[in-house]
């Protein structure tokens, strides 16, 4: 079974601070993994994703994620923070379709990211 | 905006009642996915359609759900005698398989309040 587990359910940060949100996941086969984002009452929006290319995926926004498949970890980064990254950023995971390991995403709890001037 | 709307954005409903959403995916996307959102937590999949196949249901959906996809394009999400416990955001998603990823975008969501 496939599961994600996000570390820290808040993170505080400071404007021009480094942003690092945690994400390790399981997975039985190939993992695909997401991070996306989601603004208060809004849906979600994706950030980036790994598909098993390179191991450093860069998305918009300035985020960016390493897969480290001997940590199980897919961590999100961002060099600098800005007021408008204020929001809540969701890890998932999903099966190789190939394998019929289910085409549902599977989410983490989330991480509020909260940035002060 | 060709994006994946859903309908309406707002609901509240007195417990017992029925209540129907819907969701438009991209023209192009041939899966379409619900989610469900409780506050506080990542959205949990409840059922998903390739075309107009229900393909997997979710233990989340229970017997007074109901989904429908009849032409392969728009879906409605049912909930039968709503409960407290049903109120959420629902979100509907949608993805046009390539490769072998399952990229999927999302619509703003559905809140739904039971009184």
């Known amino acids: 079974a496939q599961s994600v587990t996000q570390l820290g359910s808040h993170v505080s940060v400071s404007e021009g601070a480094l942003v690092l949100l945690r994400c390790n996941y399981s997975?039985?086969?190939?993992?695909?993994l997401f991070w996306y984002v989601q603004y208060p009452n809004q849906g979600l929006q994706l950030l980036l994703k790994?598909?098993?290319?390179?191991?450093l995926v860069k998305g918009i926004n300035g985020f960016e994620a390493e897969f480290k498949k001997s940590e199980t970890s897919f961590h999100l980064t961002k060099p600098s923070a800005h007021m408008s990254d204020a929001a809540e950023y969701f890890c998932?995971?999903?099966?190789?379709?190939?394998?019929?390991?289910?085409?549902?995403?599977?989410f983490g709890k989330g991480t509020t990211l909260s940035v002060s001037s | 905006d060709t994006g994946v709307s859903q309908d309406p954005r707002h609901k509240i409903t007195k417990r017992g009642q029925n209540v129907t959403f819907r969701c438009d995916p991209i023209?192009?996307?041939?899966?379409l996915y619900w989610y469900r959102q409780t506050l506080g937590q990542g959205p949990e999949f409840l059922t998903y359609?390739?075309?107009?196949?229900?393909?997997?249901k979710s233990r989340l959906l229970s017997d007074r759900f109901s989904a429908e996809r009849p032409k392969g394009s728009f879906s409605t999400l049912e909930i039968q005698r709503t409960e407290q416990g049903d109120s959420a955001m629902y979100l509907c998603?949608?993805?046009?398989?390539?490769?072998?990823?399952?990229?999927?975008?999302f619509g703003p969501g559905t809140r739904l309040t039971v009184l």
């Open positions: 998932a995971v999903s099966g190789d379709l190939g394998n019929q390991a289910g085409t549902a995403l599977i």
């Open positions: 023209s192009e996307h041939n899966r």
């Open positions: 359609f390739q075309n107009e196949a229900q393909l997997e």
């Open positions: 790994y598909t098993s290319a390179a191991t």
């Open positions: 997975s039985s086969v190939p993992p695909y």
């Open positions: 998603a949608s993805s046009l398989r390539t490769g072998g990823y399952n990229e999927q975008f």
